[in-house]
Antibody, heavy 120, light 107 residues
């Protein structure tokens, strides 16, 4: 079965960096586009970034563009999110998400999430 | 960016009620809309995609309709496990965006 396991979250000071990882299993990782979606405490989900199956194309939310970088290593079945210049408003649970077959923008499989906390 | 609004932030209902949640888009998004259910401490769960297609494994009491700028999620007979927060999401244009959510709680 599809499994997505995030790691790398934690408390970090404003302006510092953090790298999240997502280990994928149960499907052929290299065939799927992948997303990061975050959810601040008490708020709705917010799409963060998308990377094409081969890493060729990447898209970002305006709120993170220029500060965050999505990447993947298909040889390790792992998705990454490098987060630089972190701000208090980046505090959220970050989910690794796989899209549906035939509909990559529908968020079908989610990890359990990893919490990133940036104090104000 | 395409903004999504939902008809209510909170909705009180009883088991057996028919529940309808509306999502409106700030511009025409065709049928590029999904609905998710989220329970506390859990990730969202895909219920409906392409505005009206039921995701595999989702009970048939859930249905979706609409196109263009107005969409609805209907629960035909609310069950105890359906008390949760519901979000719409558009995928017509980057950035992909979610609605603010509708929390369905017990009356």
């Amino acid at each position: 079965q599809v499994q997505l396991v995030e790691s790398g979250g934690g408390a970090v000071q404003p302006g510092r960096s953090l790298r999240l990882s997502c280990a994928a299993s149960g499907f052929t990782f290299s065939r799927y586009a992948m997303h990061w979606v975050r959810q601040a405490p008490g708020k709705g989900p917010e799409w963060v970034a998308l990377i094409w199956y081969d890493g060729d194309k990447k898209y970002y939310a305006d709120s993170v563009k220029g500060r965050f970088a999505i990447s993947r290593d298909n040889s390790k079945d792992t998705l990454y999110l490098r987060m630089n210049s972190l701000r208090a408003e980046d505090t959220a649970v970050y989910y690794c998400v796989r899209g549906k077959v035939g509909g990559i923008f529908y968020f079908e499989y989610w990890g359990q999430g990893t919490l990133v906390t940036v104090p104000s | 960016d395409i903004q999504l609004t939902q008809s209510a932030s909170f909705l009180s209902a009883s088991v057996g009620d028919r529940v309808t949640i509306t999502c409106r888009a700030s511009q025409d998004i065709s049928n590029d809309l999904a609905w998710y259910q989220q329970k506390p401490g859990k990730a969202p769960n895909l219920l409906i995609y392409a505005a009206s297609t039921l995701q595999s494994g989702v009970p048939s009491r859930f249905s979706g309709s609409g196109s263009g700028t107005e969409f609805t999620l209907t629960i035909s007979s609310l069950q105890p496990e359906d008390f949760a927060t519901y979000y719409c999401q558009q995928l017509n244009t980057y950035p992909l965006t979610f609605g603010p959510g509708t929390k369905v709680d017990t009356k």
